[in-house]
């Protein structure tokens, strides 16, 4: 039997797993079948916490989305693993150094008593121009412009060590996330497929967004694709470079500073539940 905790930063939830305590052989198995709504936990994928590779980080993050392809990152679950590391004993530092795929994260926690009240994170820099993440096939994809089931979408690419897609469009069209997400995240242009954002200004440095994850589908919310989302409406003025992102599930404040060209996500996380279940 596995114990496992059940946490979600924004609504964004996963399953994650002390792989200290317990290993998972087959995580991709086990992503698939926890993560079913109907017949399993339920969430949108699975997080490991374990030992880290490098000397520089204290622990590391692996995950697994709900479909089982591994992910690179995510804002919201790294947010919850400080929570989870600081309050589970594990930890009794505010600054934690977390190993993912795309690099290390440095989480500094908001305490207040013994407990996270929030976490920021250190996204490190957005990156506009990354090799097997976008390959646009003509001069109007590389403008950002794709097709998709009949339609146009005029949209900026930021990498946020995973590959996101930014459209702006008005409140209306905040719902094409639902008809066009699924068939964006599969486009050419994205070899390794690709998380799509639709985004809307609200009011000043405030901005509505609704997310297609790569894995997931429709998820209540994306730190990554927060950070995007605010990093492209900074690039394109539609917002300053600080700005709160309003998805689903809750409001997460971005910040891309100009003094080191980091992206810094604050945000809350939240335990549900803990369990046991065994292996699949």
Request: aromatic share 8%; hydrophobic share 40%; net charge negative.
């Amino acid at each position: 039997m596995i114990r496992f905790t059940k946490m979600h930063g924004a609504g964004n939830d996963y399953i994650y797993v002390n792989t200290l305590l317990y290993n998972i052989p087959s995580p991709v198995e086990a992503a698939i079948k926890w993560s079913s709504r109907h017949k399993g936990i339920g969430s949108d994928g699975l997080v490991l916490i374990g030992r880290p590779v490098s000397a520089d980080a204290d622990f590391s993050m692996r995950i697994f989305n709900a479909d089982g392809s591994e992910a690179m990152m995510c804002g919201n679950a790294s947010r919850c693993i400080g929570k989870y590391l600081y309050e589970k004993g594990m930890t009794s530092s505010r600054t934690i150094r977390l190993e993912t795929l795309s690099g290390i994260k440095t989480l500094k926690l908001h305490v207040c008593g013994q407990k996270v009240d929030s976490v920021t994170v250190d996204m490190l820099e957005p990156r506009f121009d990354v090799a097997g993440q976008f390959v646009p096939r003509t001069d109007a994809e590389a403008g950002g412009m794709l097709e998709a089931g009949g339609k146009l979408f005029k949209g900026t690419f930021v990498s946020m060590g995973n590959p996101h897609f930014v459209i702006f469009t008005d409140a209306e069209g905040l719902a094409d996330v639902e008809t066009y997400g699924r068939l964006l995240e599969h486009h050419e242009a994205f070899p390794a497929r690709c998380n799509i954002e639709f985004a809307h200004l609200v009011e000043k440095d405030t901005l509505r967004t609704r997310v297609w994850e790569r894995g997931s589908g429709i998820t209540m919310a994306c730190g990554t694709g927060a950070c995007a989302t605010a990093v492209a409406a900074a690039k394109l003025g539609v917002a300053g470079c600080s700005s709160k992102v309003v998805m689903d599930g809750g409001t997460l404040e971005i910040e891309w500073k100009e003094t080191d060209n980091h992206v810094y996500l604050t945000g809350g996380a939240e335990f549900v539940f803990d369990g046991e279940i065994p292996l699949p």
